[in-house]
């Protein structure tokens, strides 16, 4: 399994970016996704996490209402559309992959099995 993240780049504050990660060697539709982020000298954080069917998704509180996160399984990719940047976004931005069977969506790191290799996101105030 390869998760493959892009996306990333310079933004300025209240602007928007979207993520994708692309996955390759197993059934991407089996899959929960997720995103967490490392900003520099913090630990990694949970962001979004979408279910593998039919696409429930949950948000941590600090993007909840300014992320969205979607997946198109014909693609074998999931997306984190982010809007209303803020400088504390500013972060390496992760995608995983969550191979338990049930609905359970979790913002633990340790319950994903496969990472991505990460894409810089910078906001500028």
């Known amino acids: 399994v390869q998760l493959q993240a892009c996306g990333g780049g310079l933004v300025q504050a209240g602007g928007s970016l979207r993520l994708s990660c692309v996955a390759s060697?197993?059934?991407?539709?089996?899959?929960?996704m997720g995103w967490f982020r490392q900003a520099p000298g913090k630990e990694r954080e949970f962001v979004a996490a979408i279910s593998r069917n039919p696409g429930h998704t949950y948000f941590a509180d600090s993007v909840k209402d300014r992320f969205t996160m979607s997946r198109d399984n014909s693609k074998n990719t999931a997306y984190l559309n982010m809007t209303s940047l803020k400088p504390g976004d500013t972060a390496v931005y992760y995608c995983?992959?969550?191979?338990?069977?049930?609905?359970?969506?979790?913002?633990?790191?340790?319950?994903?099995?496969?990472w991505g290799q990460g894409t810089l996101v910078t906001v500028s105030s």
């Open positions: 995983a992959a969550d191979q338990r069977s049930g609905s359970y969506l979790s913002s633990y790191d340790t319950a994903y099995d496969y």
């Open positions: 060697g197993r059934t991407f539709s089996d899959w929960h």
